[in-house]
């Protein structure tokens, strides 16, 4: 595990998995969002997106939490010797998003970019789940475990496997 990618629906835990991997491991954390998007919450130019994507990928060691544009998402996922991607249930996502909105009136949430709306970024995030079987499907399932000949791929589906995954396949 050295350029470890880890990818799923908004509120899947992205960014709680990624950060705890990050200090039992010591490999640094790029969280994506904190990287497309400006402090007022506006996307960046897209060719400083890929240069600074590009610079991250050619480095030793790394752990890129989110999704990002298509193509920078393919060019990771080939970049990457980790693949684990968060497959949990729908219901759970939207739960997830629901609970990082309401805590997030006080408290900012996990790999949240800084001075971006919690109350904007969670509404975007519900529109971005209704979309979600377009791309989060079997298809997508099927291209991950052809992966798995060259890449290791974990897929957690449930809660209990995300909590545990730290413990069961790092330490």
């Given at each position: 595990?050295?350029k470890?990618a880890?990818f ?8 709680r998995l ?6 039992v491991?010591?490999?640094p954390l ?5 990287i497309?998007y ?5 996307m ?12 991250i ?5 790394w752990?890129?939490?989110g999704?990002g544009?298509?193509g920078a998402?393919n060019q990771?996922?080939d ?7 968060i ?7 939207y739960?997830f998003?629901?609970?990082r ?7 900012k ?6 001075g ?6 969670s ?8 979309l979600?079987?377009?791309f989060w499907?079997?298809d997508l ?8 000949s060259?890449?290791?791929?974990y897929?957690i589906?449930?809660v209990s496997?995300?909590n545990t995954?730290i413990?069961?396949?790092?330490t």
């Amino acid at each position: 595990m050295k350029k470890i990618a880890v990818f799923g629906k908004p509120g899947s835990g992205k960014s709680r998995l990624s950060k705890s991997l990050a200090l039992v491991t010591g490999i640094p954390l790029y969280q994506l969002d904190s990287i497309l998007y400006q402090k007022n919450g506006d996307m960046i130019a897209r060719e400083v997106f890929d240069q600074t994507h590009e610079e991250i990928l050619s480095a030793k060691t790394w752990i890129i939490d989110g999704f990002g544009p298509m193509g920078a998402f393919n060019q990771r996922l080939d970049a990457a010797d980790t693949l684990v991607y968060i497959d949990l249930p729908y219901f759970l996502s939207y739960w997830f998003v629901t609970k990082r909105m309401i805590k997030g009136v006080v408290v900012k949430p996990e790999g949240w970019p800084e001075g971006s709306s919690v109350i904007k970024g969670s509404i975007q995030s519900y529109k971005t789940l209704r979309l979600c079987p377009k791309f989060w499907n079997n298809d997508l399932l099927e291209a991950l475990k052809a992966r798995s000949s060259h890449q290791t791929v974990y897929v957690i589906k449930t809660v209990s496997e995300l909590n545990t995954f730290i413990e069961e396949n790092v330490t």
